[in-house]
């Protein structure tokens, strides 16, 4: 892998190696194309940079030492690396042209950066079938839980997704892996109703409608798809006090009876935060949580306590704080 440099050349890059044609790789309105001198070009999706980064590691080492398989040319930390330079090069391509090439595919990538999110780029960001339907773009460039919605939908959303259907037509194996994997067509279909994958049931309803029309910004992206796992009775508009009712949802039993998780979050939505923040208080004095400092994971910990208490409850926050506590002093003897 020695002996290689890149030349940027017009919306695009050319990959030098020492004692071998370039490999030019062109930006392109839906995508990349690599191309080697003489050679077959294969085309890449725009926000498919790790696989063209692969393919082109893998090209490299290949003709480098042909008699060699992939790993044996080259150490493992070498190959990251290159990998790795691979890719900064392509998304620095991307980044500088990409608002002339496709402005749309330009703004979307934005809207998902501005909306707080800490996954991967998805790749149907960058393919045709998403911008289809002009009212889904449109709502990811104007509400932030859809560009959550689409950030995290190949992550977490469609696999879910994809079982559930797959288990409903009782298909498995082979079939069960291709609804796994998801054409951009069919993600881009379940993009069109974007509102009910943030719903248990898989159907929008007034208060979740209301909760992701006026999403607090300092909610966490990861934390807002908990809306999958609680049903709302009231719309949460407070940045506090939703976290507080997601990371809730986030530490839940999967064992535990559904009414047990029902209680715990009436209880959680009908609060206000001076409440809730009460009974954060109270709950982080418990032992096992003194030593902890930074304040996020203090709270995740602390409504973890909450999620391990294993009876329902219908009465006040207070209270529900008072015998979690109870039972927890029980629990260590």
Request: hydrophobic share 45%; with cysteine; proline share 5%.
């Amino acid at each position: 892998m020695a002996g290689c440099w890149f030349v940027e050349r017009g919306l695009g890059v050319r990959i030098e190696q020492s004692g071998f044609p370039p490999i030019d790789v062109d930006l392109e309105t839906w995508g990349f194309r690599a191309t080697p001198a003489g050679g077959a070009g294969e085309k890449f999706g725009l926000c498919r940079v790790d696989a063209l980064a692969d393919h082109l590691t893998t090209l490299l080492v290949e003709r480098s030492a042909p008699d060699a398989r992939l790993g044996e040319a080259a150490s493992p930390s070498s190959l990251e690396l290159a990998r790795w330079w691979i890719a900064r090069e392509v998304y620095g391509c991307r980044e500088k042209h990409l608002s002339r090439v496709n402005p749309i595919v330009h703004e979307t990538l934005l809207a998902l950066r501005r909306a707080n999110t800490a996954c991967a780029e998805p790749g149907l960001v960058g393919e045709r079938s998403l911008y289809r339907d002009a009212r889904v773009v449109s709502d990811v460039l104007r509400h932030r839980a859809a560009a959550i919605a689409l950030a995290y939908l190949e992550s977490t959303f469609w696999p879910e997704l994809a079982v559930r259907r797959a288990r409903e037509h009782h298909e498995g194996g082979s079939t069960r892996a291709g609804w796994l994997r998801g054409s951009a067509a069919g993600l881009a279909a379940v993009m069109r109703n974007w509102r009910a994958l943030f719903s248990p049931t898989g159907a929008s309803y007034p208060a979740l409608d209301e909760t992701l029309s006026a999403l607090p910004p300092d909610v966490r992206g990861d934390l807002v798809c908990e809306l999958r796992n609680v049903h709302l009775e009231v719309a949460v508009r407070n940045g506090f006090c939703l976290t507080v009712l997601l990371l809730r949802a986030a530490e839940r039993d999967p064992s535990a009876e559904p009414e047990v998780e029902r209680s715990h979050a009436r209880v959680l939505q009908l609060a206000s935060e001076r409440e809730l923040r009460a009974a954060v208080g109270a709950l982080l004095r418990h032992p096992s949580l003194r030593t902890e400092t930074a304040w996020f994971p203090s709270l995740r910990r602390a409504l973890r306590l909450i999620a391990q208490f294993p009876e329902p409850h219908d009465g006040s926050l207070a209270r529900l704080v008072q015998r979690v506590l109870d039972w927890h002093a029980v629990e260590r003897g």
